[in-house]
């Protein structure tokens, strides 16, 4: 059974950095594609960074130049840097996978697999 497991969440003041971290357990990273999502209160839920295909990285325009998606595969785990926080960045943030199916080199459409979300506070 796969299951993802963020932590790293916490309170920071605007222009400061956090680094979220996503455990995957039950799969090797290197058969899930992973993305991270955000949900601020009252706002639907967005897609904030992803890997499209394995190694290739998709952004939101709005943390564009300020998050990095990365994995690190011995870990079993992918990462969400995340610099030069706003107070818009205030949201649960979500871990998110999706099958990659290696025979046709690409992953599913849908995201099966989440996580419980951790909180990002970014006070002005």
């Known amino acids: 059974q796969v299951q993802l497991v963020e932590s790293g969440g916490g309170s920071v003041q605007a222009g400061g950095s956090l680094r979220l971290s996503c455990l995957l357990s039950?799969?090797?990273?290197?058969?899930?594609?992973l993305g991270w999502f955000r949900q601020a209160s009252g706002k639907e839920r967005e897609r904030v960074a992803n890997?499209?295909?394995?190694?290739?990285?998709n952004y939101v325009d709005s943390v564009k130049g300020r998050f990095t998606i990365s994995q690190d595969n011995a870990k079993n785990t992918v990462y969400l840097q995340m610099d030069s926080l706003k107070p818009d960045d205030t949201a649960t943030y979500y871990c998110a996978g999706r099958r990659y199916y290696s025979n046709y080199g690409r992953c599913d459409y849908e995201y099966t697999y989440w996580g419980q979300g951790t909180l990002v506070n970014v006070s002005s």
């Open positions: 890997f499209v295909n394995l190694g290739i990285t």
């Open positions: 039950g799969s090797p990273v290197s058969n899930v594609c």
